[in-house]
């Protein structure tokens, strides 16, 4: 690691935090495009099942903002909640970070069940998760982007 103060530590990793808080409060609010914008241009974010295989991967801001929105549209409310976390700065331009999360989501009563990303995820109206978010970032003109963001599960749950 380049040289760095230990404000300049801080700095990053208190900007990092931001960008995390951002995170669940756009995808709790469905602010899919806002959300999208937490990403580098070419940023990637790929859930897995509790298997580790890959569900799904969004490749760009408009394919992050559009599959979301796509997988959570009517009347469903996302809900997410991230916890303990490990931020390693790298450099003044790199970081890693591994978060402790849940999500939920709900679908209104009356809602018809939609089919999940593919085969693995059953058509569902509640779903609760929990896992870790392991996260590459990258500092983008002075601010601090996801450039990958992995979705590990640790639990799944469903409700028909």
């Given at each position: 690691?380049?040289?760095?103060?230990?404000l300049?530590?801080?700095k990053?990793?208190?900007?990092?935090?931001?960008?995390?808080?951002?995170?669940?409060?756009?995808?709790?609010h469905?602010?899919?495009?806002?959300?999208?914008?937490?990403?580098?241009e070419?940023?990637?974010?790929?859930?897995?099942?509790?298997?580790?295989?890959?569900?799904?991967?969004?490749?760009?801001?408009?394919?992050?903002?559009?599959?979301?929105?796509?997988?959570?549209?009517g009347?469903?409310?996302?809900?997410?909640?991230?916890?303990t976390?490990?931020?390693?700065?790298e450099?003044?331009?790199?970081?890693?970070?591994?978060?402790?999360?849940?999500?939920?989501?709900?679908?209104?009563?009356?809602?018809?069940p939609?089919?999940?990303?593919?085969?693995?995820?059953?058509?569902?109206?509640?779903?609760?998760?929990w896992?870790?978010?392991?996260?590459?970032?990258?500092?983008?003109?002075?601010?601090?982007?996801?450039?990958?963001?992995?979705?590990?599960?640790?639990?799944l749950?469903y409700?028909?």
């Amino acid at each position: 690691m380049q040289h760095m103060t230990d404000l300049e530590v801080l700095k990053a990793t208190e900007a990092i935090r931001r960008v995390e808080a951002r995170y669940a409060f756009y995808a709790d609010h469905k602010r899919w495009r806002d959300l999208a914008r937490l990403f580098t241009e070419d940023g990637v974010f790929r859930p897995l099942d509790q298997s580790g295989d890959e569900l799904l991967r969004m490749t760009g801001r408009e394919d992050i903002s559009s599959s979301l929105a796509a997988h959570n549209s009517g009347d469903v409310q996302p809900i997410h909640q991230l916890f303990t976390h490990e931020i390693d700065i790298e450099s003044s331009t790199s970081a890693r970070g591994v978060w402790a999360m849940a999500d939920f989501i709900f679908r209104a009563e009356g809602s018809t069940p939609v089919a999940g990303a593919n085969d693995k995820v059953p058509a569902f109206k509640t779903m609760r998760g929990w896992g870790h978010y392991h996260v590459i970032y990258r500092k983008v003109n002075g601010l601090w982007l996801i450039a990958d963001r992995v979705l590990t599960r640790t639990r799944l749950e469903y409700a028909y």
